[in-house]
T-cell receptor
């Protein structure tokens, strides 16, 4: 069965610093991978997706993610974090039956 | 477009009570789903539907019922609430061919005492 691991529960970065959120997946076939963001008190919003092809994908709000098959990873990055990026971030894998399996989430805090 | 709407926003139940969480979408999406979100566990799929009259179980279906009589509505029923069902519940919808691009409602925070 597919699964997603996000090793970091909380991450704190300074405004303007770079960001990398880790995601590891387990899936028997070529995975469909996604990152969602949840702002406080809100539902989730899709940031970016990977299906195939170029392993570096661009998303909204200046985020990007890189798929590394050899490491079963799909880490999310942003070169310069803004205070408005403070949120919870979820990695997800698209599995059988058109279902999404989510990781436990990483809470990002941004300090000024 | 209102998107995905959920009611109520907050609810407190006593053990054994029943209730229905409402979910509606106005995007003509075929695919709708219910998740629960618990600290440290991410979102877990409860039930989903790929169209009117078609529902299926997700990862954690026990204690919950759903039905889909129209494309727009996908209510979630708790028949006999238990403290373990204290959670935040999210409804989501998407076009079936883009099931991964799910539009989420604002959530319902449920407390069962």
């Amino acid at each position: 069965a597919q699964s997603v691991t996000q090793p970091d529960i909380h991450i704190t970065v300074s405004e303007g610093a770079s960001l990398e959120l880790r995601c590891n997946y387990s899936y028997g076939a070529t995975p469909y991978l996604f990152w969602y963001v949840q702002s406080p008190g809100q539902g989730l919003q899709l940031l970016l997706k990977y299906f195939s092809g170029d392993t570096l994908v661009q998303g909204i709000k200046g985020f990007e993610a890189e798929f590394k098959r050899s490491q079963s990873s799909f880490n999310l990055r942003k070169p310069s974090v803004h205070w408005s990026d403070a949120a919870e971030y979820f990695c997800a894998v698209g599995g059988h039956g058109n279902k999404l399996v989510f990781g436990a989430g990483t809470i990002l805090r941004v300090k000024s | 477009n209102a998107g995905v709407t959920q009611t109520p926003k907050f609810q407190v139940l006593k053990t054994g009570q029943s209730m229905t969480l409402q979910c509606a979408q106005d995007m003509n999406h075929e695919y709708m789903s219910w998740y629960r979100q618990d600290p440290g566990m991410g979102l877990r799929l409860i039930h989903y539907s790929v169209g009117a009259g078609i529902t299926d179980q997700g990862e954690v279906p026990n204690g919950y019922n759903v039905s889909r009589s129209t494309t727009e509505d996908f209510p979630l029923r708790l028949l006999s609430a238990a403290p373990s069902q204290t959670s935040v519940y999210f409804c989501a919808s998407s076009a079936t061919e883009r099931y991964y691009e799910q539009y989420f409602g604002p959530g319902t925070r449920l407390t069962v005492t």
